[in-house]
């Protein structure tokens, strides 16, 4: 188990160097310089800016320093926010925004997922089924910026029952998170329905309501331990939908997350909070993806890792 | 007796005279009498058929010289919600939304069209050559599968199509097109391969082995036929996903440019638009339920075709 745990580790370099070089290509292949807006600038304060962030060294230097910088948590200073770290001014405290947002978008999705799920496969072709299949539908049929908009719209602007946006207490969370998780707990609700009612028609199952255990026994112990782990695995594509959401969400409720800062980035040209940003969704995923892994071992005995 | 329904009756001189059928013919069979699968994909024929009539609307238009419906704005105050004159109402700018939202389907289709195509031409091709090398070149091809599979590549292709912003229309909508299909093979090369990993063992394939067929023949001749129904099933997956994609693309500003339209850029101008005071619901409703009606097709006839390739999967 050590063992496999050290070995994917080791995969992370080869992943993060690769997310890293092709962010940084992409970022010099493509047209237009960091400081095109800024114009008349007299030219040796253009060039004092231009080696301040290494563009005037050739590629393979400015790669090593930019990659130093990031890997040692140095950092670097914006482009687009003179003067401020991009590791310990802007992401720093951008990153436990989104965080909380992202765990809490996916304890919901679990939570309503999983719920869902059960109470359909409880009762096939009961109004209870048709119910929640028809709002997996809605989950899975409509972009989570849609989603969100309505919640906006009809929870704060009409209802007024929630705060508009902006971040901070408890009630500012939800309508955001509820947005993020619409879609994984959709797809959620759809595994766990297939997954309980293949086990539900197993032969210890059988036995199980033979020897008396009471229903609620039946489904949440025996059927929905096996009936999860379908939803382990697709727990990595959901943290990913949830990250990538981010964006839209922090916009549309404006919460000071980084999400917002990965699109305004790119479009200013901040070359160190690009690759800063880029790097820090990467360690993320892969980070999750490998918290997946060994989920399913906990949850399946039958799993062994070598 | 009570199980004799289960045991297979011996066939009547009315099942003789039947042909038997090819397993591609049942598995129609069966999607066949799948009703939810048949509603979505008739909920698709109606999407397709009215965004294929509005694009030639728009063509009908251009040739009698007349300017293009999805991009001329009408005279009058707008926005106007639904009437008889623009039944889907008209947006900010006064252009008349049935025709916009037809065309947008033209174009987020196609994404989802594209994403498949590229995702069925890499994604086969990595995984049969992966999985009838094996050894080596399989493992390589399948670790770089897994390194690309942990890349957030949303961000790339986030940071590609800004990065090529200004770029003229016809590259940026390239960019787009790959961009997402790029994203979408990856889980089709896993499939694929894990089908040829086990029908490399399958005793057809060894007999052809035997009688002296070469690689090409038995991958073109035994296997693909076998590897029709996963295919097809994982590209219908696919498409949702891309269109989705797409629309979240376009929210950031990165869709495509204006004065084109995708299902996407429409639902994101209708957000710019939401305001407390007056509500034009018709521009969020409009293209969000074309939107939705062909991503629920999709997903049905996705979950239709995987339960009549592979009923045992159910």
């Known amino acids: 188990m050590l063992h496999y745990i050290l070995r994917r580790l080791l995969y992370f370099i080869p992943t993060l160097l690769a997310i890293y070089t092709v962010a940084f290509l992409l970022m010099h292949a493509a047209p237009g310089s960091p400081f095109v807006q800024e114009k008349g600038l007299p030219p040796e304060v253009l060039a004092s800016r231009m080696a301040e962030f290494h563009l005037d060294k050739p590629l393979w230097q400015q790669y090593l320093l930019y990659g130093w910088d990031i890997v040692s948590l140095r950092g670097h200073s914006s482009i687009k926010y003179p003067n401020r770290n991009v590791i310990h001014d802007i992401l720093a405290p951008a990153f436990p925004v989104s965080l909380t947002l992202g765990i809490c978008a996916l304890a919901i999705a679990l939570v309503v997922g999983t719920a869902a799920g059960v109470a359909s496969a409880a009762r096939p072709r009961s109004l209870t089924d048709y119910g929640a299949m028809v709002g997996a539908m809605i989950g899975i049929s409509q972009p989570s910026f849609v989603i969100a908009s309505v919640l906006l719209a009809v929870f704060a602007l009409c209802l007024r029952w929630l705060p508009v946006g902006g971040w901070g207490s408890p009630s500012q969370i939800v309508l955001p998170a509820i947005a993020l998780a619409a879609l994984p707990a959709a797809y959620i609700a759809r595994l766990v329905r297939t997954g309980m009612l293949e086990v539900l028609s197993a032969d210890f199952i059988r036995t199980a309501r033979a020897k008396g255990l009471p229903e609620h026994s039946v489904l949440l112990d025996h059927a929905l331990r096996n009936a999860w782990l379908p939803v382990l695995g697709y727990l990595g594509p959901a943290a990913a939908s949830i990250f990538t959401g981010s964006f839209v969400v922090e916009k549309i409720f404006a919460i000071p997350g980084v999400g917002t800062h990965f699109v305004d980035s790119a479009l200013h040209r901040d070359h160190p909070l690009i690759l800063a940003t880029v790097l820090l969704y990467a360690v993320l995923l892969v980070v999750f993806n490998l918290a997946v892994d060994l989920g399913y071992a906990w949850l399946d005995p039958r799993i062994r890792y070598e | ?314």
């Open chain 2, 1 to 314: 007796m009570s199980n004799s329904a289960e045991i297979p009756q011996p066939a009547g001189p009315a099942d003789a005279l039947r042909p038997a059928l090819s397993p591609m013919a049942l598995a129609l069979r069966r999607f066949r009498r799948n009703r939810l699968a048949m509603a979505g994909l008739a909920l698709l024929a109606i999407v397709v058929a009215s965004s294929l009539a509005g694009i030639a609307w728009n063509h009908v238009a251009v040739m009698r010289g007349q300017p293009e419906p999805y991009r001329t704005p009408q005279p009058g105050i707008h926005p106007q919600p639904p009437s008889l004159e623009f039944p889907f109402g008209t947006d900010p700018l006064g252009r008349d939304l049935l025709a916009r939202t037809l065309i947008g389907g033209g174009i987020s289709i196609g994404v989802g069209l594209a994403a498949a195509t590229v995702s069925i031409l890499i994604g086969t091709f990595w995984g049969i050559t992966s999985g009838y090398a094996g050894r080596g070149l399989d493992t390589v091809m399948m670790r770089i599968v897994d390194v690309m599979y942990g890349l957030p590549y949303i961000l790339l292709v986030i940071l590609l199509l800004v990065l090529f912003a200004e770029q003229t229309i016809w590259l940026r909508m390239v960019v787009l097109f790959m961009a997402i299909g790029g994203v979408s093979w990856l889980t089709m090369a896993r499939v694929v391969r894990g089908q040829v990993l086990s029908l490399r063992e399958a005793e057809f394939v060894q007999a052809a082995r035997a009688l002296g067929s070469g690689a090409p023949r038995i991958i073109v001749k035994e296997m693909l036929p076998n590897l029709t129904g996963p295919i097809l099933v994982c590209a219908t997956l696919t498409v949702p996903l891309a269109i989705l994609q797409e629309s979240f693309l376009s929210f950031l500003g990165l869709g495509v440019p204006p004065p084109l339209a995708s299902w996407g850029t429409l639902a994101s101008d209708a957000i710019e638009a939401l305001n407390p005071v007056r509500v034009y619901w018709w521009l969020l409703v409009m293209p969000c339920s074309f939107l939705g009606a062909t991503l629920l097709g999709l997903n049905f006839v996705g979950d239709g075709l995987r339960d009549a390739f592979d009923p045992r999967a159910r």
